[in-house]
């Protein structure tokens, strides 16, 4: 499903030019409206799975309507750095106030906010309409339709997601199931600072003509790279040096 991702942003980044935030394809989230879930996706593969509430009135970006849109769309702001999980929100500002799950007689957004913007005709009113990613004090009704417009999750859900998900992240809100996907490969840091996948590291000695005569694959780490990258080097050394005594 994310290979033909990427030629749609291929088309998205022509008609996008103006937004604030550049795409960031290195999480995408896909929100199932049949399944009342949201997938967060890395490298093709499922890292977590949380319950929503869209809309209770229904699919579509027209004003005055309160209806979740539906396409592809991107993070374009993150509001509530370190807020308190429940902390509540008016007009995208902190009121002081913090509320527990299913806190009686109020419904406001709370934790966090993930504004979204549209890529798209079907989605393009959705930046100026208010559309988030927020979580609600009404989290008994999380799982089945029941937002004005927004995808609501659990507080602690979505300051979860919030510390994952960065600026410019590609959302698709789909109608149907989520996909069926593998879990993604853990990921490990190198000495450098580097995020790579968690893969097991290959021997030097195995390091040879064989590996260096096709270009690196994502399978290598980056510190097998760059001995094969070394060892490539001498070689050509070695080749010139001869080369010149000839």
Known sequence: MFRALAVILSLISITSAYAVAPLDTSSQLIVSVRDQKLMLVRNDGKVAIYPVSTSMFGLGDAWGRMTTPLGNLAVEKKIGDNAPVGAVFHNRRLTGEVLQPDAPGRDPITTRIIWLRGLEAQNAHAFQRGIYIHGTPQEKE??????YGCIRMKSKDVAELYEQVPLGAVVQIIPDRLP???KAKPRQETGNG????????QPPAQIGAATLATPPSSALTVEQMRMAGALAGERQKAKLASSKRL
């Open 180 to 182: 069926k996907m593998e």
């Open 194 to 201: 580097v995020v790579a996948a968690n893969v097991t590291p």
């Open 142 to 147: 999380i799982g089945r339709p029941a937002s």
